[in-house]
């Protein structure tokens, strides 16, 4: 599914050098539920970018799938966040003069789906989220905690074969952090592979796999034992 061999992540701004990765290898099976944690800064959303295909790696190789992605096109990239990648991001990232279902079809837009197929599947999306009467109200009408259900819903749409999720509950109270959280659960129980960075433990509980960053390496990679379930 996600493997990563020896991969690095060079900043550099004229003279200046900032090392973000040094050398991460890794690897994620299919149907795995991975938290990924550490401080800020430790290197840990850089290597969900890489991941998500939003940022290149200086060095290393990553594959996906399969496929070695290492060498392919801006395009090419693109067309995999379209199919295989769903996101899931703290802040939401809703067009807010857009309404929950039409900020749902949006990845379908850029996949070229009908317009009637676009439709059927975003509702479908929204009902696996509870937010089926909600599909005509605009993100300003609607709660963070169901804002991020739209988010999630939106990432699903196109039936990813995994998401990736940074800091999905960083701007939600404990009750709602539960049931975005239950959520995700239900996601990765069907079969989506889940990979979430987090800093709260309590969050990362829930995942089946704990990755432990500092200063751009992984210093600790375990299988959680007392994990939280629904």
Same mark, same amino acid.
């Given at each position: ?174 009750? +709602? ?5 239950? %959520? $995700?659960?239900? #996601? ?7 990979? @979430? /960075?987090?800093?709260?433990?309590? +969050? ?5 796999? %704990? $990755?432990?960053? #500092? ?7 375990? @299988? /959680? ?6």
């Amino acid at each position: 599914m996600i493997k990563l061999e020896n991969v690095k992540k060079v900043y550099t701004t004229g003279e200046i050098s900032l090392t973000a990765l040094k050398g991460i290898s890794m690897e994620i099976k299919p149907g795995e539920f991975v938290s990924i944690m550490g401080p800020s800064g430790c290197g840990k959303s850089t290597l969900m970018n890489i991941m998500g295909c939003l940022d290149r790696m200086t060095s290393g190789k990553y594959t996906l799938n399969g496929r070695d992605i290492s060498g392919l096109s801006d395009n090419e990239l693109a067309e995999i966040r379209c199919r295989e990648i769903g996101f899931v991001f703290q802040s939401f990232n809703l067009l807010p003069r857009m309404t929950v279902l039409e900020n749902v079809e949006l990845p379908m837009v850029y996949a070229g789906i009908p317009r009637k197929e676009r439709r059927e599947r975003a509702l479908a999306a929204l009902e696996k989220v509870d937010l089926g009467n909600r599909i005509r109200h605009r993100p300003n009408e609607i709660s963070g905690g169901q804002k991020q259900r739209v988010a999630i819903a939106r990432a699903i749409v196109n039936n990813p074969s995994i998401i990736l999720a940074d800091e999905p509950t960083g701007n939600l109270d404990t009750k +709602v952090t539960k049931e975005i959280m239950k %959520i $995700i659960q239900k #996601l990765n129980d069907d079969g989506t592979t889940v990979v @979430l /960075v987090t800093h709260e433990p309590d +969050v990362a509980q829930y995942s089946k796999r %704990i $990755i432990h960053m #500092l200063d751009g390496e992984i210093i600790d990679d375990k @299988l /959680v034992n007392d994990r939280k379930i629904f």
